[in-house]
């Protein structure tokens, strides 16, 4: 069927979710207290990380998989993703027990491979090939064009995105109350444009609001345009959602369900994170956390309404969390690096540490080479304040005692090869 007439129908969810109901879970979608106090609205939780591979794509490639003929499946399967879709063919692959091969990008976390090879066991095989989900996609369907194995889209194929949809479907089973905001993360954009299509036709009220990170705003972009684009440079942190171009099915159906797309800064989903490992004790993956921190962007418009955020998965490695607590501090504007010319006489870093530096200022980071026959030696110099606020004083403090610097956060070229 040609993408741009296909619209995902209630006969199709409804097979799928007959399909899944033996293999998934039905997801809990559960009130926040937190999250509802802090937005004085009604915010339930889908709770998709909870899911058995924990994160919603089991659906989508099992009811793909499921369906292949019996040639097909002698045939063997191939498929290419940053980490959940391939947990979610594994596990289909080991329950069908049909033999897959899986593509992963090699920057995708050791954790997600571990535990894709735990759920495929001798099923799956796993190939770490390209730097991005695009590289591995490329390789995978060149595997398919000589071996005949047959491929599985982790998002651009009608039963990929039937299969999603029926998260929606369990959705509008959990409340008796009318949902007027749906928040849903986009990566290839096969949750978005399952669970919207299903929406539109059972609950059209419900605003639908299409969630991608700020680095990789590939669906928005392409929706903007008119047609699929291809975005040349991406923001790869948020692994499970940034692809550089989305599929056609799931383009002409995102396009007419969603009614608002909102890119969502990368640190600000960091500090969602923490956040809710803090006060909720729920470890979610960067991708799983774009649709509460896209809430802060519509607080007054969801204030007093019915609020659900699809939470989409869990398998954050817990390597990154350094990462994560870096980049939600520059958001914030609690840390700070300076390229600072020292004089090179002894106590010149005595006096910047006495004069300079406030009472709750903390250096983090400090990287320092004598250099001989200079009057002055640069270092690098990371200082986390307690609030925003405190980095005004900080630069004044600098600039009052003659030291000369420059401001790193704002200089992404010298920031990322020196830090």
């Known amino acids: 069927m040609p993408a741009d007439n296909y619209f995902p129908q209630l006969e199709d969810i409804t097979r799928a979710k007959i399909r899944l109901k033996d293999v998934t879970l039905h997801t809990p979608l559960q009130k926040n207290l937190n999250l509802s106090e802090e937005f004085h609205a009604n915010i ?18 099992y009811n793909k998989i ?29 329950e069908l027990k049909i033999q897959g091969k899986i593509y992963m990008p090699a920057t995708t976390p050791k ?15 796993v190939l770490l090939a390209g730097d991005t989900f695009d590289d591995s996609n490329r390789l995978a369907m060149e595997d398919c064009q000589k071996t005949g194995m047959i491929f599985v889209h982790p998002f651009d194929d009608p039963q990929i995105i039937e299969g999603q949809a029926t998260v929606g479907s369990e959705i509008l089973e959990d409340t008796k109350d009318q949902i007027d905001y749906l928040f849903i993360p986009i990566g290839g954009g096969g949750l978005a444009a399952g669970v919207g299509a299903y929406l539109k036709q059972v609950s059209p009220s419900t605003k639908i609001i299409g969630v991608e990170p700020a680095g990789a705003p590939s669906m928005q972009s392409s929706v903007e345009a008119g047609k699929v684009v291809r975005l040349e440079k991406i923001d790869k942190f948020v692994d499970g959602a940034a692809v550089q171009q989305v599929g056609n099915y799931t383009f002409e159906v995102c396009r007419q369900v969603i009614d608002k797309f909102q890119p969502v800064p990368e640190g600000k989903i960091c500090t969602k994170i ?83 530096l406030g009472p709750k200022d903390d250096i983090t980071h400090f990287e320092y080479s004598k250099k001989t026959n200079r009057e002055k030696g640069p270092a690098v110099i990371g200082i986390e304040v307690q ?30 090869f020196l830090i």
């Open 44 to 61: 339930l939780l889908k709770r998709e990380d909870l899911q058995v591979v924990r994160s919603y794509k089991l659906r989508g490639a």
């Open 66 to 94: 499921a369906q292949l003929s019996d040639a097909d499946r002698k045939k063997g399967v191939v498929c290419a993703s940053a980490g959940n879709h391939a947990q979610g063919f594994a596990y289909s692959c080991r």
């Open 111 to 125: 954790q997600k491979i571990r535990q894709v090879e735990m759920f495929g066991k001798d099923n799956v095989v």
């Open 274 to 356: 923490l956040e809710l490992y803090n006060r909720d004790a729920i470890v979610i993956e960067p991708a799983g956390a774009l649709s509460i921190a896209a809430l802060d962007f519509f607080r007054d418009e969801i204030k007093g309404k019915n609020v659900v955020c699809i939470v989409s998965g869990s398998n954050n490695d817990i390597t990154r969390t350094e990462e994560i607590k870096e980049r939600s501090l520059l958001y914030e504007g609690l840390k700070h690096y300076f390229i600072v010319r020292f004089p090179q006489r002894a106590g010149a870093l005595r006096t910047f540490v006495d004069i300079v």
């Open 387 to 416: 609030t925003k606020e405190d980095f005004k004083g900080l630069v004044e403090r600098m600039e009052e005692n003659g030291f000369i610097f420059e401001y790193l956060n704002d200089r992404p070229d010298l920031f990322q």
